[in-house]
Nanobody
C-alpha cells in the first residue's frame, strides 16, 4: 500500500509562487509516473503535470509556469508554481501511475489534496 501526502498549499496573490510537495510512504515510487491534478470548485478534476524517467508532460494552461520535479531518494515529488493566476485556484492532488499518462484512470494511488487559493 502506498500513502501520498501533499503539503505546501495556501493563499497567495496573483503573480506569486508556491511549491507543493508530495511525500510517499509504503513503497518506493522511483519507477512510477508521478502526476499532479487539480479540481476547482464546481469543476471536473483535471491533469496538471506528470513526470517519470525521461518523460515530463504539462497541461497547456500551466506550461511555462509550473515545473514538476522529483527526489527519488526521499520518495518525494514537487510542483513549483510560478506566476500564479486566480484560475489556478483549486485543490491539488498528487497521484502515482504504473505508466506515463495524463489520464486520471491510469493513476491508482492518490493523496488527499492540498488547497491552493490565488487572490486577484
Amino acid at each position: 500500500q502506498v500513502q501520498l501526502v501533499e503539503s505546501g498549499g495556501g493563499l497567495v496573490q496573483a503573480g506569486g509562487s508556491l511549491r507543493l510537495s508530495c511525500a510517499a510512504s509504503g513503497r518506493t515510487l522511483s519507477t512510477r509516473t508521478m502526476g499532479w491534478f487539480r479540481q476547482g470548485l464546481g469543476k471536473e478534476r483535471e491533469f496538471v503535470a506528470a513526470r517519470s524517467s525521461g518523460f515530463t508532460f504539462y497541461a497547456d494552461s500551466v506550461r511555462g509556469r509550473f515545473t514538476v520535479s522529483r527526489d527519488n531518494a526521499n520518495n518525494t515529488v514537487f510542483l513549483q508554481m510560478n506566476a500564479l493566476k486566480p484560475e489556478d485556484t483549486a485543490v491539488y492532488y498528487c497521484a502515482a501511475a504504473r505508466e506515463p499518462s495524463m489520464l486520471q484512470a491510469d493513476y491508482d494511488y492518490w493523496g488527499q489534496g492540498t488547497q491552493v487559493t490565488v487572490s486577484s
